[in-house]
Structures are given as C-alpha cells and as structure tokens.
C-alpha cells in the first residue's frame, strides 16, 4: 500500500483504466500525492502563509478526470486556500527526482502541469506516466537500541565556559561510557537581555546504547546530580528520566512478483491482483537545460526567502528540500543560483554529504536530496528537526545577494 494508492484504487476502478495505461494512472498518483498529507494542499506549512487565512485550513479534495488528470480544491466555507503555490508545495514535499515510481506505475514529475482553474480550484494536467519499476520497495524496522537526553540551561555570561564545565563534568561521571554520545549547544542567548529566557542558550546532549541500563537512570542521574556543583545559574529543562527504545528505518527492494497484490472486497472475499507484466527501471532522468540567466545589475543581500518558497521533509535518513520561484524571472535567477555548492554554503550542516540537486522547469522548482542528514531515520534521529521538516524554512532565512529587480517585482 502506498498513500497515493487511496487515490489510484478509486480512480482506476471507476474509469476502468488497464494496468497498462500509465499516464492515467500516473496522473492520479500526482493527485494522490497532493492530498496524501492533508492540509499540506491547502495552505498548511507554507511559506507564504501570511497571504491566506492558515488558522484552520480545509482539507483537499481531488475531481479525478478519466484522462488521468485532475482539479484540486476543497469544500466551501473551510479556511485556507487553493493555489498553484500550496499545490506545488505538496508536489515538491518528499520526492526526489523526476521519476516518482509506485507499485502501479512511475509518474514523470517533470511532465506536470498547473494552472488556476477558478477560485480554490487547480487543474492538475499533462502528467506522463512509466510502467513502474521491477522491485517495490518494502521497509524494514528494526530495534536500534535505547536513547536518552538532557539539555542544560545556561544563561548570562560566559556561556561557551560553562558548556564545557558541564560537558566535562558529566563525561567524568558516567561510569559506562554510552556507545554513542552527542553534545548540542544552541545560541539563543543575547547580550543585555531584557529577559532571563533571552539570555538564555540550551546545552543539549544525546546518549544511545544497546543496554537501556546505561542511558537510563545511570546517565540522567549524573547530569541532575551536578546541580550544586557545576556552572553557576545550574538549571535543565526536565528531571531525570529513563532511556526510551528507538527504531532504525531501513528501505529494502524486493521483486515486484514476490509480493502479493490483493483486493479485499466488501463482503470480505479476496481477490489476488497480477503485479505489471512491464516495468521499467528507475534510470536518471537528463538535466534539462537551464532557463537564460537574469541580466546583471544591483543586488541586495537579503533573505532568500523574499523570493522563494521552501518544503521540505524526510525519506528515512535523507532529507529532501524542494524550493521553487513565483515568476519567471525569479527562476532564471534561482536555477543558476542556488547550485549544490550553494546549498552547501548556505547549509553548512549538509556540506560533508551528498547532495543531489535535481531541476523542474515545468515547476520553476529545484529539488535537493541531502543524504544521511537525519542520521538513521526519525526515530533514532538526534537532531531536534528529526524529519527534516524546518530544513527548507532554514534554507529561505539564509542571506543571498539578490537582484534588486527581483525585490521590486516580488513587492509588485
């Protein structure tokens, strides 16, 4: 089952498409992936929220037409909105390339097309579909051991100082050393603070270990035990607790024959469904040509967001980034822009990784895959954005040089 199947199912059983009409059901894979996260569509987690009314978005709902495309929208009365934007805000969240496969079909992301078709109406078009890979992809969860963490305040003066006391006061204290040990200290603090909590930075460490003995009671007591006896101003954001399990995500490919499609019907009989006789693998897809460069002239630095959009997510422990320009113009100068290099410097975190970059002129879109960024997945995770969700927000409050002319047309 995958999210887009709620969407395929219905759509291939009420047109009567074959297993072999695979710009049909690619199609209805694109609408399946824009309502797969609900309120994702229609306004909810995006960039540009302060345009529509995103206090209580309505949910999307796709009008599915027997050639495979589709006009987004929602009921009338629901807050939120429909637009080119949070349609393709959806459409860029957790992909990577142009292929998008499932176990019905592949769907060419870079063939989409969007177009307003009335008020909180998108018509979803020209979606070219494949004959789906020869393996589907199946996810293995496995118990990775046990985690616990503490985060210490400190505030005021000297905080590089008394990060370091406590550090190593509490590497000192623990008698079994935890397989995995990660220190995080976060600047949130600053000077003359009119407020203790604007003083104040976060000292944040994570231990995992196969023994739940060890990063239990045994870690988080020695860090609380330091109270009375460490940095001055001593205080942490919650008491001591136990070590808590943690999975590890893996994804695995098997031979599309060896797992069984079944339809359960309503009166409960079920009935075995023959996978594709095609399939096709998932080559890379050519870079397309880049759009001609923006003339030159006087730039501003400013946040990149004055001009972009950004979502982002996670596939296990890789990190997808999808940013896309409003206007033409704005793309000319993002495609030649925003390059790996750039992400790289923009995003020092994700400088020692791969990163593949990945462009959809039909979207005025970039997308960027950034892999082992969130470490082994969600779950086991020590960053405190575990699935990546804030990467593209991040990404958009960077500093660019950007073309003054852009600025103008975005305040238009």
Not at 8 to 21: L, M, S, T
Not at 366 to 386: C, W, Y
Request: glycine share 10%.
């Amino acid at each position: 089952v995958t999210d887009a199947s709620l969407v395929v199912g219905p759509a291939a059983a009420h047109f009567g498409w074959k297993v072999d009409d695979w710009d049909r059901l690619a199609g209805a894979m694109v609408a399946g992936h824009v309502l797969e996260c609900g309120t994702q569509a229609t306004g909810g987690n995006f960039s540009f929220f302060t345009e529509l009314d995103a206090r209580r978005p309505g949910f999307p709902l796709a009008e599915l037409y027997e050639d495979g495309s589709s006009v987004i929208t929602k009921h009338a009365g629901t807050g939120g909105a429909v637009t080119v934007d949070t349609v393709l805000a959806q459409l860029v969240y957790e992909i990577t390339g142009a292929r998008y496969a499932g176990p019905d079909a592949t769907a060419r992301f870079d063939t989409i097309s969007l177009a307003p078709h009335g008020k909180d109406r998108v018509r979803v078009s020209g979606v070219r579909g494949e004959p789906p890979p020869p393996t589907v992809k199946v996810c293995l969860n496995n118990l990775g051991g046990y985690r616990n963490e503490a985060t210490f305040i400190l505030v005021g003066l000297d905080i590089e100082e008394k990060a370091r006391l406590a550090r190593e006061q509490l590497e000192a204290a623990l008698t079994r050393k935890p397989k995995e040990l990660q220190w995080m200290l976060t600047r949130t603090d600053r000077e003359d603070a009119a407020t203790e909590e604007q003083a104040a930075a976060f000292l944040r460490v994570v231990v995992k270990d196969a023994d739940a003995k060890v990063v239990g009671r045994a870690f988080s007591g020695a860090a609380v035990e330091l109270a009375l006896g460490s940095y001055p101003g001593f205080t942490m954001t919650a008491p001591p607790s136990d070590g808590a399990p943690y999975g590890v995500y893996t994804p695995a490919y098997v031979e599309a024959g060896r797992v069984e499609h079944v339809a359960v019907l309503e009166d409960g009989t079920r009935t075995a469904i023959t996978p594709p006789g095609e399939t096709r693998s998932l080559e890379p897809v050519e870079p397309p040509p880049l759009p001609p460069r923006v003339p030159g002239g006087p730039t501003r630095r400013v946040p990149l967001g004055r001009i972009v959009a950004a979502r982002s997510g996670d596939k296990g422990g890789t990190a997808n980034i999808g940013v896309w320009a409003r206007t033409d113009a704005a793309w000319w100068w993002l495609a030649h822009a925003l390059t790996e290099e750039k992400l790289r410097e923009l995003l020092p975190e994700a400088a020692p990784l791969r990163i593949e970059r990945h462009v959809f002129p039909n979207l005025r879109g970039l997308n960027f895959v950034v892999e082992g960024l969130l470490g082994e997945g969600v779950s086991s995770s020590t960053r405190f954005d575990p699935q990546g969700k804030a990467l593209g927000e991040w990404l958009r409050s960077r500093h660019m040089d950007i073309p003054e002319a852009l600025l103008r047309e975005g305040q238009e």
